[in-house]
């Protein structure tokens, strides 16, 4: 996997273009409910969390979608490079786990130089694969080289 | 929750791309770089969920609230101090199993009246 900026004319329908992995803490947690106004409980309250059913503290979505949407930009070293960005939330992320943002060409247009990515956020827990982000598309395009 | 508030909008609010608001999204998604990172448009996106969450005619009990499904739409990045203006509406309102199903559009527009990004979050309340 090239460690430099994807190019358009280096894809391929398949291929595996991204693997950013970032260990989530507690503090990361509370730094982002701070900066995105987002101050849910769920996020930062040990007793409420368990109160409703989870076993602590859960990450905001939006955290995981940020690290992915930031993994997506950072590897094509243009954050206007990113058009659109859908993503559905499957699994809560529980604090000291490593998310791992994941993406794959599923679809290019050399006319407009635009590519759709399949992208996904994993997690190992307990032996198994577990996806706070699934089923989950990415739109990206690119100047002209 | 109220279903009847399908097609809701809220009043407009102001949102400024504040350049301290942004080093510490930034330094809380991880992005190193020195660019606004594109899902900022959360945090304009807060300028009005506080208004929806806390509005009694809904009747949304944000203690059963899981965040479902999130779209962006970027038509163009964010410019470091810009002013913007953000409306929010209620664009559906489900009931399926139990759960509620909201999911609110926001249009971010600049001065000009030119459309930043279109947010679609989908919350779950989930049966009580």
């Given amino acids: 996997m090239p460690q430099t900026a994807f190019r358009f004319e280096d894809l391929a329908v398949g291929d595996d273009v991204l693997s950013v992995s970032r260990v989530v803490t507690s503090d990361d947690v509370k730094r982002y409910a701070d900066a ?6 769920l996020h930062q ?11 602590g503290i859960i990450a905001h979505g939006m955290f995981t ?16 490079g990113l058009k659109r960005l859908a993503v559905q939330f499957r699994a809560p992320v529980f604090m000291g786990e490593t998310i791992v943002a994941e993406a794959r060409v599923k679809a290019l247009d050399p006319r407009t130089r635009t590519a759709v990515l399949d992208v ?3 997690v190992e827990r307990g032996g198994t694969t577990e996806y706070p982000i699934r089923k ?3 739109v990206v395009g690119f100047a002209e080289s | 929750m109220n279903a009847a508030l399908e097609g809701k909008v809220y009043p407009d609010a102001t ?3 504040d350049e301290q608001r942004v080093a510490l999204f ?15 448009a959360t945090v304009a996106e807060f300028a009005v969920m506080p208004f929806i969450v806390g509005d009694a005619e809904l009747g949304l009990d944000f203690t059963r609230v899981v965040h479902a499904e999130q779209e962006y739409e970027w038509h163009r990045p964010f410019r470091m101090g810009e002013a913007l203006t953000v409306r929010s509406r209620i664009a559906s309102i489900r009931q399926k199993a139990g759960n509620g199903f909201l999911t609110i559009e926001t249009e971010v527009r600049d001065q000009g ?16």
């Fill in chain 1, 36 to 41: 995105s106004g987002d101050q849910n409980p």
């Fill in chain 1, 45 to 55: 309250d040990e007793d409420f969390a368990r109160g409703v059913g989870f076993p």
């Fill in chain 1, 65 to 80: 979608m940020g690290h992915l949407a930031t993994s997506l930009t950072d590897r094509l070293g243009d954050p206007s």
């Fill in chain 1, 120 to 122: 996904w956020v994993r």
């Fill in chain 1, 136 to 138: 989950s598309e990415a």
């Fill in chain 2, 15 to 17: 949102f400024t791309v």
């Fill in chain 2, 26 to 40: 930034r330094q809380a998604v991880g992005e190193a770089g020195p660019v606004v990172p594109p899902t900022f």
């Fill in chain 2, 113 to 128: 009246g030119d459309l930043v990004v279109v947010a679609r979050a989908t919350m779950i309340e989930r049966a009580a």
